[in-house]
């Protein structure tokens, strides 16, 4: 093997051991996000509205497209109150009590209690027509706490 | 060149890919791989044993004893009046302030003990997000006085909590304990504000026609918020604990016996850039003991003794931190005054209080870290501190130095090892240079123990394990010893040292099962065993559905205690199980000391002092 190949393997080596611990979480928060929203809608390409600043560094695959305003959005996911212009889209809240304050969320992604949750409202998805599949089964409940 | 290009992509894949696609794992990976320990962890201050928040809840840890009973290289003691300690193994030098405590950056002290434990023993962790313990380093890390071994506990992180907490537990004696956790996130100001409660009831002992208690009543309340630039901690412990074999010389307490304490502090850190900060903390505790022993106490005559003190510390410093190049440098200053408070002593209501020795240490600390990336692989680290000492008694003005050499070594992606050289002191209680009681072994004019350390630890980590040697070497100089002769405490001119071994492998079947095991052996110069030489851990934590299982065994060897008596070896054998309701609601059990086979404490009456009773608990923890 050449001293130049020897070098790039190398390097490739060591990028991955120091940057893998530090991106492990980044990656699988987008793994699960990027689940969450494609089991609300089927668009190859998804609009998406957010208030957070950290999702927007999060989600980076290139079928997410990140609009200005909620209402030209497939998705808003929340982290705020008082967000306008987001009552005919489905919601996903990054905490559980804003499930109460936007009538349209269907999902929550929050942590509790040290720990990571996910949680889909059954009757709110069924007013939407939307069937978020099996993967997401045991995260269905009927009401809000 | 195909195997080179197999490697890198098997790399990629398994770094990119490495978690499926049942949602539940992506859960638990996540959890795992944010918990607060990846962020607070600090592999070169020494030989690290951690308890993560998950540790914690499956042990079913509801106090601090529940940990400090399994730490590698010592054995949890209560003493004669039930405080607890860790007594470290072989104990080489025979007083020896053995550990430190912090809870967050707050170091937790008795002032006049030199020990936390004294206090916080048996403080419900309820608070507690997890706990790192470090062995063999100096403390500099943490900008504290130098320990050979330093405990941090780490609050909860309340933007993690979003919600309540409510836990209630109960046991075969009917004991009762409680805490109620609030936390959240308020634009940008975190906040937590936790309250615990505990009435609990310990074996009785008969003796001599004597009923000896052990029971006791702790409240806690700690309060923390923070934003970008603020950090608040306010914590105030109560603390009301029967006296069980008392002070006197027969040990057979009669009447009240009890000792009333409690501790509060405040903490509060200003972080002027990401990189540097100043802090100021101010703690206030006291304790009032009393006595009654109709056949009188060693120190005084009379029946009934009463003692009453309280104790101030004051610290403020700077601590920042800067990167230059390949060099990561840590510094600090800091002021710190402690003071001991006596207000009262008397035998039978007549006044003993006559104070001899310093009363007000004040400590001036400045130090300096220097971690040098040396190549990709290894680091190089050097560490300065000084401290200065000047008493109200004019017994010691001195100046005390630490000094450390490391290194520490990825060797691939498997091996890693670290070395450390260090020279470093402990310095003696106000317990051991003051009296204000009549006390006569004090001695004002101690010299710190002089300490040169030396530690090494190569770990090999897998995907599933990671397995640990560690050597740990202390020569120890000036240990502080009661002489029978001038009937004091002193300085041993003799040096003595202490080696110690370790193999530690934690193994994962997934990520829900695991097991852990530690074994120890140590041997000192002196060719005494003060303390156990040998120790074990076993712990197996395991899922099934909604159940959580939990299986421990500790085992410690047996010894003869400084007071000649021989302590057979033992073994601690508990479990529990964890049954989750629902997300809110789960119930607990736990039995503890199951055979009743744990090592008993090194008290003269050590044939009726465990340390660890049999208990069975029961528990639910409500979340909402």
Redesign the interface.
């Known amino acids: ?1 050449s001293t130049p ?1 020897r070098l790039v ?1 190398f390097l ?3 990028f ?2 120091t940057t ?2 530090a991106s ?2 980044v ?3 987008n ?2 996000i990027m ?1 969450m929203i494609q089991s609300l809608t089927h668009n190859t390409n998804i609009s998406i509205y957010t208030d957070s600043k950290r999702l927007q560094k999060i989600l980076t695959d290139n079928i997410v497209n990140f609009v200005p305003v909620c209402s030209d959005a497939d998705v808003a996911i929340l982290e705020t109150k008082h967000v306008k212009n987001c009552n005919k889209l489905p919601i996903i809240t990054l ?2 009590e804003l499930l109460k304050t936007y009538q349209n969320s269907v999902g929550s992604f ?9 949680v889909f409202i059954a009757p709110r998805l069924k007013s939407q027509n939307i069937s978020v599949g099996s ?2 089964d ?2 269905v409940e009927e009401s809000i ?1 | ?1 195909k195997k ?1 290009l197999f ?2 992509s098997a ?2 894949s398994t ?2 890919y ?2 499926d ?1 049942n ?2 794992n ?2 638990e ?3 795992q ?2 918990e607060l320990h ?1 962020q607070t962890k600090k592999e070169d201050a020494g030989i690290v044993t951690l308890y993560t ?1 998950d540790d914690l809840v499956r042990m079913q840890a509801y106090t601090l004893n529940d940990v400090l009973k399994s730490i590698p290289f010592f054995t949890y003691q209560e003493g004669s009046v039930t405080t607890s300690s860790i007594a470290i193994t072989t104990n080489p030098v025979s007083y020896l302030p053995n550990f430190r405590l912090y809870i967050d950056d707050h170091e937790v002290s008795s002032t006049y003990f030199g020990t936390a434990f004294y206090v916080y023993g048996d403080m419900n962790l309820g608070f507690v ?1 997890h706990i790192e313990v470090y062995q063999g380093g100096n403390g500099i890390e943490f900008g504290s006085e130098p320990s050979l071994s330093t405990i941090r506990i780490y609050s ?2 309340p ?5 309540s ?1 409510l836990q209630l537990l109960t046991d075969n004696r009917a004991s009762a304990s409680g805490y109620l956790y609030h936390a959240g996130k308020n634009e940008d100001i975190e906040y937590s504000a936790y309250v615990s409660a505990n009435h609990l009831n310990r074996d009785t002992i008969h003796y001599n026609n004597n009923e000896l208690s052990k029971d006791s009543d702790k409240s806690h309340f700690l309060i923390t918020l923070k934003n970008e630039k603020f950090n608040l901690l306010l914590s105030r412990y109560d603390s009301l604990q029967d006296g069980f074999l008392g002070l006197g010389s027969k040990k057979m307490p009669t009447g009240k016996n009890e000792i009333d304490k409690y501790h509060q502090f405040l903490n509060a850190s200003y972080h002027f850039t990401d990189s540097l900060k100043a802090y100021i903390s101010i703690d206030d505790s006291s304790s009032q003991m009393d006595f009654h022993e109709e056949n009188g106490y060693n120190q005084g005559t009379g029946s009934y003794f009463r003692s009453e003190w309280d104790e101030n510390i004051y610290k403020f410093g700077l601590k920042g931190d800067k990167k230059v190049d390949q060099h990561d440098i840590r510094y600090g200053l800091e002021f710190a005054q402690k003071e001991l408070k006596p207000k009262s002593s008397s035998y039978d209501n007549i006044s003993t209080l006559n104070i001899n020795g310093p009363t007000k240490l004040d400590i001036y600390s400045l130090y300096f870290q220097d971690t040098y990336q040396v190549s ?1 692989n290894g680091s190089l680290i050097a560490t300065l501190k000084l401290d200065g000492y000047k008493d109200n008694d004019d017994a010691d003005n001195s100046v005390d130095p630490i000094v450390r050499l490391g290194y520490m070594h990825r060797v691939n ?1 498997e091996y890693k090892a670290k070395l450390f050289i260090s020279h470093t002191y402990l310095y003696p209680s106000f317990y051991y240079t003051t009296t204000y009681s009549g006390r006569t072994h004090i001695n004002p004019l101690l010299n710190p123990v002089q300490i040169n350390n030396f530690i090494t630890e190569i770990t090999k980590s897998r995907k599933n394990y990671t397995a640990k040697l560690a050597i740990m070497y202390a020569n120890f100089k000036d240990g502080i010893f009661f002489n029978p002769a001038s009937k004091k405490y002193e300085n041993n001119k003799d040096s003595s040292y202490l080696l110690s071994t370790s193999f530690t492998l934690e193994y994962k079947f997934d990520l829900f099962n695991s097991f852990y095991f530690n074994v120890y052996k140590s041997e000192n110069s002196n060719h005494t065993e003060y303390s156990p030489d040998l120790g074990a851990t076993l712990r197996l934590l395991n899922k099934y559905d909604k159940f959580s299982f939990f299986n421990e065994v500790v085992y410690r060897s047996g010894y003869v205690s400084v007071n000649n008596t021989r302590i057979d070896s033992g073994y601690d054998y508990s479990l529990g199980v964890i049954y989750e309701y629902n ?2 609601l789960s119930f607990n059990f736990k039995a503890e000391n199951v055979l009743d086979k744990a090592i008993n404490g090194p008290t003269t009456l050590t044939d009726i002092q465990s340390s660890l009773d049999r208990a069975f608990m029961f528990g639910m923890e409500y ?2």
């Open positions: 093997m190949f393997f490739n080596c060591l991955l051991i893998s611990l492990d979480v990656k699988i928060e793994k699960i689940n905490k559980y929050f942590w509790q209690k040290g720990r990571p949750n996910i993967k997401f045991a995260f706490w | 060149m080179y490697i890198i790399l990629y770094t990119l490495a978690s696609d949602v539940l992506m859960l990976k996540l959890r791989e944010s990846h928040r997000d909860k992180t933007s993690r909590e979003n919600g907490q990709n992606n997300k809110k979340n909402f």
